[in-house]
């Protein structure tokens, strides 16, 4: 069963849920000029405290349907969220499979820090989730991402043409994958 929080040397990550509403509200209003090229068009609402927390149980419903789980991501001794990792779109049975997101803040790319999330994330995929298969789809252009998943071993099957509505405009997608070996 997955817990409410995990660590890795540098990082906690913490379980979606709605108390987390203000610092998630921060980190998107820090961040909103940074993610415009990478995520869906945001109306003004987005950035209120009141919509994250309605997205924040949102999540939680999804965590307790077992479709999806989602971290938000802050130093060890700190509150601030600098990122999010998610496994969504969670099936079980014969396919054992989802879909990988993450982001991370501004100020905190070309540490580490994403592919350091990503590790201790794909180990609970795999060894507490009991998926066999996560895919991550990326931009070509997202350069730093397409290179989280190389380091991870995720291996590129693919172009998704015009995949996912990106800031306006259908955006081509790098379909990246990993399977769980032990899972033969």
């Not at 090229?37 to 349907?65: I, V």
């Not at 130093?75 to 499979?97: D, P």
């Not at 693919?158 to 994958?177: A, F, R």
Request: proline share 3%; net charge neutral.
């Amino acid at each position: 069963m997955v817990r409410g929080e995990y660590f890795t040397p540098r990082l906690k990550m913490t379980l979606s849920h709605p108390r987390l509403a203000p610092q998630v509200t921060d980190y998107f209003i820090r961040n909103r000029a940074f993610l415009r090229d990478t995520e869906p068009e945001r109306d003004e609402e987005f950035y209120t405290k009141s919509y994250q927390k309605s997205l924040l149980q949102a999540d939680a419903e999804r965590f307790w349907d077992g479709i999806a789980v989602k971290f938000w991501l802050s130093y060890r001794e700190q509150a601030c969220v600098i990122g999010m990792l998610s496994f969504s779109n969670i099936v079980m049975g014969a396919f054992l499979s989802c879909h990988v997101g993450y982001r991370l803040d501004k100020d905190e790319i070309n540490k580490g820090l994403m592919t350091e999330a990503l590790e201790r994330g794909i180990a609970i995929a795999f060894d507490e989730i009991g998926l066999h298969r996560l895919e991550a789809n990326i931009m070509p252009r997202n350069k730093q991402s397409l290179r989280v998943t190389e380091k991870l071993g995720f291996v590129n099957e693919g172009v998704s043409k015009k995949y996912l509505k990106i800031n306006g405009v259908w955006e081509d997608h790098i379909h990246m994958v990993l399977l769980n070996e032990q899972m033969n």
